[in-house]
């Protein structure tokens, strides 16, 4: 009786408006990237920010309408093996049907192939939107989207023609197959096999891939996998791997165009801890050896052409951990402006009302660190996506600038906020309390979704390596020194608004101790590999911190150059809220890389002289 009075009291919050900020994206695209600049470009110059606002009011209204309320009913009622095919909930027939018929999934290519050659960066706006409304449904389209994607960049015409309209329709799903039983990380060690047929580009592919979402499920009528595998007789390690295109069905080429079994079996479906209206599959491939695979592009070059999709998802996961993360924040702190309980400590008065849980300092504690940590992190991932334009439209440096930002920065965009909206989940089920830890309230789901993103598109770990051993010393560390440069002139911007000098300062020393943690580390490289890259993950986190306070510091000084011309309170509230944010990111998070850095500049090398026997 006690749990249904709490929850008849507090019920879920409204689902409208609830689940992000329509104005912090609005802040982002135009105060703070311009991302009207784009349409300088003759690729974008159909667009304006009347055509980037309608696009986001679509997102928000499919959203609203679609996606969010189905977003428990996908949780509960997860998707199941039924007589060798995964069954999804019935609502996403319609979803994917939607994205299909209103172009999402082709949006970003050339008026040529159907798209609309949308920016990324507003794609990416828009993606948000719909992940943080329902991440598992927000799954299936965009992953057609990167698998297409691959098909026209590095595929033959016949392969465009035949797979790419059909995706972008929604009538046919796209996936990417990469991992192997006994190949998880280590792709070098895939041993799917490719042998040739008669046919020319044709290949008959045998072996078994497994969590790959939306492998297999009834909301269309064809699954296309993008799949690596190995040649017979090709070089050893990644070298020999190749890229195929794997249709789960194929046509038979007739005045009717029948579709066939490809020999692609659904052997099960994984249950996850979340994320669990999305189909994660364990797929047998050729075990009657009749599963046909078309090679895309040259052999042995399959791991560079999936290396494209791979990091877009990689951009792609940064930014669902995000949505997630501020789902959850919209939903704390609904609760905690209608929650009462006790009274502040300066006011012990029983005979008092209550006071509202948001006007308590650890409560407000938890809110700005997940304010400061999903808009931060939001706030890089949009970055990430206009340096993503700029490569694709602009010319000499403006064009390696961006590219090599986005190639450098790509490890944090994905690791940081995932690691981190784990924790800003966690902070939004404490502030709920016992309700957090119910089903009654969202909050559960969504600390049990964000878990997934430290993990898929490349672990933690994994990203550190490539940050340290990899991008840092990409053409003789090019790309640090472009971001040196975009960090100073943001520390010399913020240096020239008044209540800001203090933090350019901090930031600027944060930088310096980066610097010289980086040099540390890379003179221990030569004489030795392992110890070089031992704290890789310390490292990233290290990176990413600075980075997000290198946002704040840019979000800082807009805003307070704003603020005294913000007429409506709530503009006012608004700009005051991030100069909060800010200084909260300075005072609890940014103070870490000074940790982090006497952990990275320690002689101790306990985890590389630590034993198997001593655990």
């Given at each position: 009786?006690?749990?249904?009075?709490?929850?008849?009291?507090?019920?879920?919050?409204?689902?409208?408006?609830?689940?992000?900020?329509?104005?912090?994206?609005?802040?982002?695209?135009?105060?703070?990237?311009?991302?009207?600049?784009?349409?300088?470009?003759?690729?974008?110059?159909?667009?304006?920010?009347?055509?980037?606002?309608?696009?986001?009011?679509?997102?928000?209204?499919?959203?609203?309408?679609?996606?969010?309320?189905?977003?428990?009913?996908?949780?509960?009622?997860?998707?199941?093996?039924?007589?060798?095919?995964?069954?999804?909930?019935?609502?996403?027939?319609?979803?994917?049907?939607?994205?299909?018929?209103?172009?999402?999934?082709?949006?970003?290519?050339?008026?040529?192939?159907?798209?609309?050659?949308?920016p990324i960066t507003v794609q990416n706006a828009a993606a948000?939107?719909?992940?943080?409304?329902?991440?598992?449904?927000?799954?299936?389209?965009?992953?057609?989207?990167?698998?297409?994607?691959?098909?026209?960049?590095?595929?033959?015409?016949?392969?465009?023609?035949?797979?790419?309209?059909?995706?972008?329709?929604?009538?046919?799903?796209?996936?990417?197959?990469?991992?192997?039983?006994?190949?998880?990380?280590?792709?070098?060690?895939?041993?799917?096999?490719?042998?040739?047929?008669?046919?020319?580009?044709?290949?008959?592919?045998?072996?078994?891939?497994?969590?790959?979402?939306?492998?297999?499920?009834?909301?269309?009528?064809?699954?296309?996998?993008?799949?690596?595998?190995?040649?017979?007789?090709?070089?050893?390690?990644?070298?020999?791997?190749?890229?195929?295109?794997?249709?789960?069905?194929?046509?038979?080429?007739?005045?009717?165009?029948?579709?066939?079994?490809?020999?692609?079996?659904?052997?099960?479906?994984?249950?996850?801890?979340?994320?669990?209206?999305?189909?994660?599959?364990?797929?047998?491939?050729?075990?009657?050896?009749?599963?046909?695979?078309?090679?895309?592009?040259?052999?042995?070059?399959?791991?560079?052409?999936?290396?494209?999709?791979?990091?877009?998802?990689?951009?792609?996961?940064?930014?669902?951990?995000?949505?997630?993360?501020?789902?959850?924040?919209?939903?704390?702190?609904?609760?905690?402006?209608?929650?009462?309980?006790?009274?502040?400590?300066?006011?012990?008065?029983?005979?008092?009302?209550?006071?509202?849980?948001?006007?308590?300092?650890?409560?407000?504690?938890?809110?700005?660190?997940?304010?400061?940590?999903?808009?931060?992190?939001?706030?890089?991932?949009?970055?990430?996506?206009?340096?993503?334009?700029?490569?694709?439209?602009?010319?000499?440096?403006?064009?390696?600038?961006?590219?090599?930002?986005?190639?450098?920065?790509?490890?944090?965009?994905?690791?940081?906020?995932?690691?981190?909206?784990?924790?800003?989940?966690?902070?939004?089920?404490?502030?709920?309390?016992?309700?957090?830890?119910?089903?009654?309230?969202?909050?559960?789901?969504?600390?049990?979704?964000?878990?997934?993103?430290?993990?898929?598109?490349?672990?933690?770990?994994?990203?550190?390596?490539?940050?340290?051993?990899?991008?840092?010393?990409?053409?003789?560390?090019?790309?640090?020194?472009?971001?040196?440069?975009?960090?100073?002139?943001?520390?010399?911007?913020?240096?020239?608004?008044?209540?800001?000098?203090?933090?350019?300062?901090?930031?600027?020393?944060?930088?310096?101790?980066?610097?010289?943690?980086?040099?540390?580390?890379?003179?221990?490289?030569?004489?030795?590999?392992?110890?070089?890259?031992?704290?890789?993950?310390?490292?990233?986190?290290?990176?990413?911190?600075?980075?997000?306070?290198?946002?704040?510091?840019?979000?800082?000084?807009?805003?307070?150059?704003?603020?005294?011309?913000?007429?409506?309170?709530?503009?006012?509230?608004?700009?005051?809220?991030?100069l909060m944010a800010a200084r909260y990111f300075f005072e609890y998070e940014l103070v870490?890389?000074?940790?982090?850095?006497?952990?990275?500049?320690?002689?101790?090398?306990?985890?590389?002289?630590?034993?198997?026997?001593?655990?």
């Amino acid at each position: 009786m006690a749990l249904f009075c709490i929850t008849s009291i507090y019920k879920l919050p409204n689902m409208a408006h609830s689940f992000y900020s329509k104005r912090d994206l609005q802040f982002n695209l135009y105060e703070l990237l311009n991302a009207e600049q784009l349409t300088q470009y003759g690729y974008y110059q159909d667009h304006d920010r009347e055509s980037f606002e309608m696009i986001l009011d679509a997102a928000e209204q499919i959203s609203e309408k679609m996606l969010r309320p189905l977003l428990t009913e996908m949780d509960r009622q997860e998707p199941q093996l039924v007589d060798g095919k995964i069954r999804v909930h019935e609502g996403m027939k319609a979803i994917v049907k939607r994205f299909g018929e209103d172009g999402w999934i082709n949006a970003l290519f050339s008026y040529e192939e159907g798209g609309q050659q949308l920016p990324i960066t507003v794609q990416n706006a828009a993606a948000f939107i719909f992940q943080a409304a329902n991440y598992s449904a927000s799954v299936f389209p965009f992953l057609t989207t990167g698998a297409s994607n691959l098909i026209r960049t590095f595929g033959s015409k016949q392969l465009i023609d035949t797979y790419t309209p059909l995706m972008y329709s929604g009538a046919w799903q796209g996936t990417m197959a990469l991992t192997e039983p006994d190949a998880g990380s280590s792709l070098s060690d895939i041993s799917t096999s490719a042998e040739p047929t008669d046919e020319e580009g044709t290949y008959r592919i045998k072996g078994q891939k497994i969590y790959i979402s939306c492998g297999d499920h009834d909301a269309c009528e064809n699954v296309i996998h993008l799949m690596l595998a190995k040649i017979k007789g090709g070089p050893a390690g990644t070298k020999g791997i190749s890229l195929f295109v794997v249709p789960q069905k194929r046509l038979i080429v007739d005045a009717n165009q029948n579709l066939i079994d490809n020999d692609v079996q659904t052997a099960g479906v994984y249950h996850k801890m979340g994320y669990k209206g999305a189909p994660i599959a364990h797929l047998m491939v050729g075990s009657n050896d009749n599963c046909l695979g078309y090679l895309v592009g040259e052999p042995h070059k399959g791991l560079n052409y999936m290396f494209q999709m791979m990091n877009e998802a990689r951009v792609g996961v940064g930014t669902n951990a995000v949505a997630i993360g501020t789902a959850a924040y919209y939903a704390s702190l609904q609760y905690a402006k209608e929650r009462p309980q006790g009274r502040l400590i300066s006011d012990k008065d029983p005979s008092k009302p209550q006071s509202l849980i948001v006007r308590h300092a650890d409560v407000k504690r938890m809110l700005l660190f997940q304010k400061s940590i999903v808009e931060g992190a939001l706030s890089l991932l949009l970055q990430c996506g206009l340096w993503s334009d700029l490569a694709h439209v602009a010319e000499g440096e403006t064009k390696e600038r961006a590219e090599l930002l986005l190639d450098l920065l790509t490890p944090i965009a994905k690791s940081y906020p995932s690691e981190m909206c784990c924790q800003t989940t966690s902070a939004a089920v404490q502030i709920l309390g016992g309700a957090g830890y119910t089903t009654d309230f969202p909050v559960e789901q969504f600390y049990r979704e964000a878990r997934i993103h430290p993990i898929h598109e490349g672990t933690t770990g994994i990203h550190g390596l490539d940050l340290l051993g990899r991008k840092i010393v990409m053409k003789n560390g090019k790309a640090v020194q472009y971001l040196m440069q975009e960090m100073y002139q943001t520390i010399v911007a913020a240096r020239s608004v008044s209540g800001l000098e203090n933090k350019a300062n901090e930031l600027e020393e944060s930088v310096t101790t980066l610097s010289k943690t980086t040099a540390h580390l890379l003179s221990i490289a030569p004489q030795n590999t392992e110890l070089f890259l031992a704290d890789a993950t310390l490292y990233l986190e290290m990176f990413g911190i600075t980075t997000i306070a290198w946002q704040w510091l840019k979000q800082a000084t807009v805003a307070a150059q704003a603020l005294p011309n913000a007429t409506a309170e709530a503009e006012q509230n608004f700009y005051q809220g991030k100069l909060m944010a800010a200084r909260y990111f300075f005072e609890y998070e940014l103070v870490k890389v000074q940790s982090l850095a006497t952990r990275l500049l320690s002689h101790d090398h306990v985890t590389v002289e630590m034993q198997t026997a001593w655990f």
